[in-house]
């Protein structure tokens, strides 16, 4: 059973057996130190580092050191100012935990001093901490009596050998005027003989703090009140890394599955490279893997584990980054070549942005940049590695990009389970068929056909994710219903992405096939030509074998093991296929193909044999329904892109110089004017009748 991540609140470690960046001797020497002063004019220590830095577990190592020595004579009194509201006054407060601290009758007169001065400086111009009456009033009319009062809590002090350690913690979590409050506490108000007081802040917030609102800089303001001063020691990387590995372990164990994707190579070279430049101190550490482990699950399977925990680093450390990478998929998405293979991309774009990022991080943001995202370096990958891009999820791909943003998969794709599920199916041909037939049937909102994504997704698995032994399954399966991949809907997007859902089938059956060995390869093709159910198929794909044999002929580019098949094998397929051309027109199902005129073009092709084309065509239109359907396989869509707009416009029309192959163009319109008055015609074949009769007049007095 997996661990589930121990998420953390970032309290500071108390018991020195669990350190983890070596404090602990440092706090133990420290503490040794302290144990041993008796400053006789007071002594204030600071302790400097920045935010997260491990500063506080110092602090509770040292008190844990004392407290092991169980000295009477030193009381260790943490106080934390930032637990008080901005209206209340520090130094009151300050001594009424300070008397609080003090225990039993022993300390009876010292507490009573410490509480006189503590109420009669509640009271300050502007200040309504308290209306004070009886011994304060008194104190109040006579001000000589506070320094009085002092003298005798120092006097009480000494006479009784009380030292004080006072640990005021987070000093720099303060507001500017709380800040300058405490230091004016530390200074004037408290410094009484044996009191050690042991200051924690980060240096440059407190400094840039003090400066704000003194004469002087705030460097010169800490040395006039802090005698020793400690920069705390930095923890080593070696020291990150294991504190980082124990919370990854926990992350990996509760994020495996079947789906999780771990390359080891990418992330030692990403972390190393890129995202442990980011984490300095144990709290970022804390900070990233805790946002990870809460935001991760909602997309687990669907990113790649490394690039989504490189992209939150930079959510939380290089924000801007982030912003840019968001809003700019184009300049981070894919490499740096266009379609045609050409050097793209602006440089200036990212060089500019950058410019714009803290100098601190301006390195570490655009290395870990150029790491997941290769069109930041401009470089350039072969087709086969972008491929394994999308297979695996990279946020450099443009298919994944979305979900490590919108933290869910995009509406107009499928999930990694569900990929990983028609994968899957490969093994039972049948199921394999049915799960594809669904997709024919459904869309996504872009207006894709489902079928059709999962062909260009399918793409990326052939290489290994499709068991060898399941290969056959997919040939049969496609050369069976590789005509219901021909979808109206669909045509659009042929147009713009330039593959037809039909070569996209050819493209995943090529792919697979150079994966058989050369006889199998052969065999399984021949098995397919004679016993698929689909004629669309058969015809385009052996089209495509035979341009393929006449490319192999002018090349020597292409080895025998890519070649589909032999030259002999291919004469014996073109037998196979006029075969089942023929077996179509005896069972009167040629008319009802989807691709008839590509048929009908390849059946002259193949056969050398017009005239016998020309006598089939001449049987189906002597009714209405063979002639529709066969003017219906004529007509063309041309499309194009509107220059204004970019819009897609469609436009139909009759392929008249193609179809006069077949037939005799003027018999037909004349057939077609006699059936043109059926009453039975239903409005489609009403529509598709007047076109014809409309484009052939105008067709006829152009010849």
Request: hydrophobic share 35%; net charge neutral.
């Amino acid at each position: 059973m997996s661990k589930n991540l121990n998420l953390s609140t970032d309290q500071p470690l108390s018991n020195p057996k669990f350190d983890k960046l070596g404090y602990s001797k440092f706090a133990q020497n420290l503490s040794e130190s302290i144990l041993n002063m008796n400053p006789e004019n007071g002594l204030v220590i600071s302790l400097n580092g920045p935010w997260g830095s491990g500063k506080s577990t110092i602090l509770n190592f040292i008190n844990f050191h004392i407290s092991k020595e169980n000295r009477e004579d030193l009381i260790v009194f943490p106080f934390n100012p930032w637990w008080f509201s901005s209206e209340e006054d520090l130094v009151t407060q300050f001594l009424i935990q300070l008397t609080s601290k003090l225990p039993g009758r022993k300390f009876k007169k010292l507490k009573k001093h410490l509480g006189n001065l503590a109420r009669i400086l509640s009271i300050v111009p502007g200040n309504p901490a308290s209306k004070l009456t009886g011994a304060a009033s008194d104190y109040l009319k006579k001000p000589k009596d506070i320094y009085q009062l002092k003298n005798e809590i120092e006097k009480t002090l000494v006479k009784q050998n009380l030292r004080f350690l006072i640990i005021i913690d987070d000093i720099d979590r303060l507001s500017t005027q709380q800040m300058k409050q405490m230091f004016q506490t530390v200074k004037s108000v408290a410094n009484f003989s044996n009191i050690i007081y042991l200051l924690s802040f980060d240096k440059e917030v407190v400094t840039n703090s003090l400066s704000y609102q003194s004469n002087i800089s705030g460097e010169e303001y800490l040395e006039k009140i802090i005698q020793v001063q400690f920069d705390l020691p930095l923890p080593t990387k070696e020291s990150l890394r294991r504190i980082f590995s124990s919370r990854l372990s926990t992350i990996l164990e509760s994020s495996s599955d079947k789906t999780h994707i771990f390359s080891e190579e990418y992330w030692t070279k990403v972390f190393f490279n890129g995202i442990e430049n980011f984490l300095n101190t144990p709290r970022k550490i804390i900070q990233l893997t805790n946002a990870f482990s809460l935001s991760y699950p909602s997309v687990k399977g669907e990113v790649n584990f490394i690039d989504f925990f490189a992209l939150e680093t930079l959510r939380l450390f290089s924000p801007l980054s982030y912003k840019m990478v968001m809003n700019n998929p184009d300049e981070f998405c894919g490499d740096h070549t266009n379609k045609s293979g050409f050097l793209t991309g602006d440089e200036g774009f990212h060089l500019k942005w950058s410019e714009d990022l803290p100098e601190d991080i301006r390195s570490n943001s655009m290395k870990l940049l150029g790491l997941i995202f290769p069109k930041v370096n401009r470089e350039s990958y072969s087709e086969d590695t972008k491929s394994s891009w999308r297979r695996e999820r990279m946020i450099r791909s443009k298919i994944a990009f979305p979900v490590y943003f919108h933290l869910q998969i995009p509406e107009n794709d499928f999930s990694n389970y569900e990929i990983s599920s028609f994968l899957e199916s490969t093994s039972d041909q049948n199921k394999f068929e049915e799960l594809l037939l669904n997709l024919t049937k459904q869309h996504f909102p872009n207006g894709y056909s489902k079928a059709r994504v999962l062909l260009e997704r399918l793409e990326d698995y052939t290489n290994n994710d499709i068991a060898l032994n399941h290969i056959p399954n997919v040939y049969r399966a496609f050369y069976n219903i590789g005509h219901r991949f021909i979808i109206e809907s669909d045509s659009d997007f042929d147009f713009l992405s330039g593959f037809s859902n039909q070569m996209l089938i050819s493209r995943i059956l090529y792919q697979l096939g150079v994966r058989l060995k050369p006889k199998e390869r052969s065999s399984l093709i021949k098995e397919c030509l004679e016993n698929g159910q689909s004629l669309e198929t058969i015809t385009f794909e052996l089209s495509l074998l035979i341009e393929e044999l006449k490319e192999t002929k002018s090349t020597d580019l292409i080895s025998d093991s890519e070649k589909q098949v032999s030259l002999q094998d291919l004469s014996y397929f073109k037998t196979i296929a006029l075969d089942r051309i023929h077996q179509a027109i005896r069972s009167n199902t040629l008319i009802e193909k989807k691709e008839l005129s590509f048929i009908l073009y390849r059946w002259e092709e193949w056969s050398e044999n017009l005239q016998s084309i020309k006598s089939w065509v001449s049987s189906v239109i002597t009714d209405k329904n063979g002639i529709i359907s066969l003017i219906s396989a004529f007509i063309l869509t041309r499309r194009a892109q509107g220059l204004s707009n970019g819009k897609l416009v469609k436009n139909k029309t009759f392929d008249f110089k193609n179809l006069s192959s077949f037939c005799e163009l003027k018999v037909l319109f004349e057939k077609i004017l006699e059936i043109r008055s059926d009453n039975d015609l239903i409005n489609n074949q009403k529509e598709i009748l007047d076109k014809f009769i409309s484009e052939y007049k105008i067709y006829d007095s152009r010849k």
